[in-house]
């Protein structure tokens, strides 16, 4: 079983930057792929960022050039760095794990991110 949390989100201004964390705990030798969700009112969820143990990372078209996601698996921590956002990026963020043997997602509570001048 795994549990995670995230933080970090929370008001910036148009252009400004944010980084959230999401903390893995319990059978965390079981997580092979971790991975950032968002979703905006009136709007699907959509996968923003992944990364497998292995390091290999993909983004959405809508994020590439701005956000980089990057772990820590001695720290069982997976960090979102959003740099240049826009109003666009407001949504809620999920954190995400899939393991080893497949089956469905684990997922945070979430944490708001709202840019807005």
């Known amino acids: 079983q795994v549990q995670l949390v995230e933080s970090g989100g929370g008001l910036v201004q148009p252009g400004g930057s944010l980084r959230l964390f999401c903390a893995a705990s319990?059978?965390?030798?079981?997580?092979?792929?971790m991975a950032w969700y968002r979703q905006a009112p009136g709007k699907q969820r959509e996968l923003v960022a992944s990364?497998?143990?292995?390091?290999?990372?993909n983004y959405a078209d809508s994020v590439k050039g701005r956000f980089t996601i990057s772990g820590d698996n001695a720290k069982n921590t997976v960090y979102l760095q959003m740099n240049s956002l826009k109003p666009e990026d407001t949504a809620i963020y999920s954190c995400?794990?899939?393991?080893?043997?497949?089956?469905?997602?684990?997922w945070g509570q979430g944490t708001q991110v709202t840019v807005s001048s």
């Open positions: 995400s794990a899939r393991l080893w043997t497949g089956g469905g997602l684990y």
């Open positions: 319990g059978s965390t030798f079981t997580i092979n792929t």
């Open positions: 990364i497998s143990t292995a390091g290999i990372t």
